[in-house]
């Protein structure tokens, strides 16, 4: 009889877990940070309310564990500056849904599974911008 409750109690607990597991395993983004890695081109567009429209390139690199590092022209209104190392973080959930901080501007994202492309907008008050990401290598592409 004991070993009849052992056996209850362990497919009980198995099957309270199970689901669980599944909800994990088929989350889009289960590398969360990892999921970007690498450098990606990053092209975004816009307005500044007040102030004009706004266009940026440049490149940004990702370091897998929620830093950034990037490089990019910004050109506002007509006026145009290059900006060079300029250090981020980022979260990447599990939906594959993210933020970012970089230089004060706040971001809300998506990235694809695989990490090779995101859309993102800025969330800041006052601002209208938003663009895309892709990875320079993108994931699975031969060296």
Same mark, same amino acid.
């Given at each position: ?31 969360? #940070?990892?999921?970007?890695? $690498? +450098?990606? @081109?990053?092209? =975004? ?5 007040? /102030?004009? %429209? ?38 990447? #959930?599990?939906?594959?849904? $993210? +933020?970012? @901080?970089?230089? =004060? ?5 998506? /990235?694809? %599974? ?30």
């Amino acid at each position: 009889m004991r070993k009849l409750f052992a056996t209850f109690a362990l497919a009980a607990g198995a099957f309270a877990l199970a689901p669980q597991a599944l909800k994990a395993a088929d989350s889009p983004c289960p590398l969360l #940070n990892a999921t970007k890695h $690498g +450098t990606y @081109v990053v092209y =975004g567009t816009g307005t500044i309310v007040g /102030v004009g %429209p706004a266009v940026a390139v440049g490149e940004i690199t990702y370091d897998g564990r929620g830093n950034t590092l990037a490089t990019f022209t910004l050109n506002v209104n007509g006026n145009v500056q290059t900006n060079t190392n300029v250090p981020g973080t980022y979260t990447i #959930n599990s939906d594959c849904t $993210g +933020t970012s @901080v970089e230089a =004060g501007a706040h971001y809300s994202f998506v /990235v694809s %599974p695989d990490g090779n492309t995101t859309t993102w907008m800025e969330t800041d008050p006052g601002t209208v911008v938003s663009g895309t990401e892709v990875r320079l290598r993108p994931a699975g592409a031969e060296k």
